[in-house]
């Protein structure tokens, strides 16, 4: 499962976190997740639940926050969010864009103690 790998990759830089500051626990974990990254936010959370058993961040909160797409027109240079497939720019129609946003997998925060 790719959602597996997304994780336990967050939580060895968890781990490493938490060992770093001499914690023992990690109370909540927080992840930045694009619209078009290809990951599933339902799976990353059961994944976290299956990831974390018998490890310091057995029980900690999960938090997926969740990033909508948004392009740059490459003619106008108008930003926005696109309407569903089509990466129309709504000030001059033109189809291409540059994604600015939608595709993170990041870790973004980490509570320990
Ligand atoms: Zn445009």
Known sequence: MHELGIVEDA??????HARRVD???IH???MRIG???GVAPD???FAFD????????EGSAFEVELVPVRCRC???ESEFAPDGLFYECPACRTL??????????ELTSLEVS
């Open 11 to 16: 939580l060895e830089i968890a781990f490493e």
């Open 23 to 25: 914690a023992e626990r």
């Open 28 to 30: 909540r974990v927080t």
């Open 35 to 37: 619209a078009i990254s």
């Open 43 to 45: 799976a990353l959370r």
């Open 50 to 57: 299956v990831a974390t058993r018998e490890t310091m961040a």
């Open 74 to 76: 490459v003619e106008c």
């Open 96 to 105: 291409s864009a540059d994604i600015l946003a939608g595709r993170e997998i």
